[in-house]
């Protein structure tokens, strides 16, 4: 059974930074891509950011595109979420998913994804 457990969450104030990691157990983490995805209260479940298998296939979000940095460790079975100049829009539930990464496209929709972690609180507030 595959479980990912994120971690790093938390209370930060506007232009601050944190950075979520999730580990993966139970599969070979090499072959799975891995988003993630946030959801703030009241709103959808909105995609965040992407990487390959490989670490060669990168995709960020509009709205967090050259302040959020995703990353893996496959030797560690983890990947991770940096998130610079955070803002208050950006407080939200974050989850981390992985899917079997068959090289086709960015895997950005949450249908891409079998298997979701429990989701960690970020809360960006003065």
């Known amino acids: 059974q595959v479980r990912l457990v994120e971690s790093g969450g938390g209370s930060v104030q506007p232009g601050g930074s944190l950075r979520l990691s999730c580990v993966v157990s139970?599969?070979?983490?090499?072959?799975?891509?891995m988003g993630w995805f946030r959801q703030a209260p009241g709103k959808e479940r909105e995609f965040v950011a992407t990487?390959?298998?490989?670490?060669?296939?990168?995709h960020y979000g509009d709205s967090v595109n050259g302040r959020f940095t995703i990353s893996r460790d496959n030797a560690k079975n983890a990947g991770y979420l940096q998130m610079n100049s955070l803002k208050p829009e950006d407080t939200a539930v974050y989850y981390c998913?992985?899917?079997?990464?068959?090289?086709?496209?960015?895997?950005?929709?949450?249908?891409?994804?079998?298997?979701w972690g429990q989701g960690t609180q970020v809360t960006v507030s003065s």
């Open positions: 998913a992985a899917g079997i990464d068959n090289g086709m496209g960015w895997k950005i929709n949450e249908h891409d994804y079998s298997y």
């Open positions: 990487i390959s298998w490989t670490g060669g296939s990168i």
């Open positions: 139970g599969s070979t983490f090499s072959r799975l891509a």
